[in-house]
């Protein structure tokens, strides 16, 4: 396997997923509308401009490469945006990933890497969560991750499509030597908010919830770094042609933090304490979400190489100075 499409390989994890192929030189191609992702990530890898929507122009993309295999990293991720607009979510996360299937089949493209999420499980019955857990979401954004898993284990059967499904936690960090990022637009993950409030891009960081059952009040969750990621993402194609056979895991971290935990370590980094406000909880938030990756350790051979929370808030904290400056 040596060609392959990277579809959202503009934004936060397919850019970093896009140079580390390079860098282990696959021949590398990504696909992005630039919607939210941005043209300046893409380092080294050969970029096309267009969008999922468009099955004639994906068709001829296939007939023009050879891909051996495809990952995607083109999904709406916001879980408050999915409740208000659950019709842009299904449109892009489940319909675009259809045509883009639809595609694969019609050129003979059996592999295939499927960025999903914790949101696929819903309020957790049980932590630390491992892929037994029941499949229950409970926002649109968390539905559509887990339809897409549904329509993959479908296409296996009926066209032998191999995919395997990689059920995020919480995505942090940033590339170790400061090239790549997080740069979301509106941004909601902590970590870069904590750190925009130390660069002074945001005036106040606000903290959801203190009365939570957990061991300080606030929420814990379970990070993991960006690097950490995409390097089983590797494995995961490496698994797919050995296997030849499906398969689902959990990439997590296995340890959570509290957010005043986070909020602790970010203020080493940084040199200096944080306004923060501290407000309701939102609807929704579970009080502990942690990944028992176990799994993806066994059968992928996945050995993070950055579970330390202030490696990952130092990386980050190196690309927010650079946007800041």
Known sequence: ????LVVGGAGYIGSHMAD?????????TVLDNLSTGYRDSVLDAEFVLGDLSNTVFLNDLFQRYSFDAV?????????GES?????????NNVVNT???????????????????SAAVYGNPRYTPIDEKHPCEPINPYGKSKWMVEQILEDYEKAYGLHSVS?????????????????????ETHLIPLLLQTASGRREVFNL??????TKDGTCIRDYIHVCDLVQAHLLALQYLKDKQQSAAFN?????????REVIDVAEQVVGKKLPIKTTARRLGDAAVLVADSSRAKRDLKWKPKYSDLKTIIQHAWLWEQQCSA
């Open 20 to 28: 580390l192929l390079v860098k282990k030189s696959y021949q590398t």
């Open 71 to 79: 990952m995607h990293f083109s999904s709406f991720i916001q879980v």
């Open 98 to 116: 259809l045509n883009l299937l639809n595609a694969m089949v019609l050129h003979d493209v059996k592999r295939f890497i499927f960025s999903s």
């Open 83 to 91: 409740v208000i607009h659950p019709a842009k979510y299904y449109q």
């Open 1 to 4: 396997m040596t060609k392959i």
């Open 208 to 213: 959801y919830g203190t009365d939570y059952e």
């Open 251 to 259: 990439l997590g971290n296995g340890e959570g933090f509290s957010v």
């Open 166 to 186: 990689l059920r995020y936690f919480n995505a942090a960090g940033a590339d170790p030597e400061g090239r790549l990022g997080e740069r979301h637009n509106p």
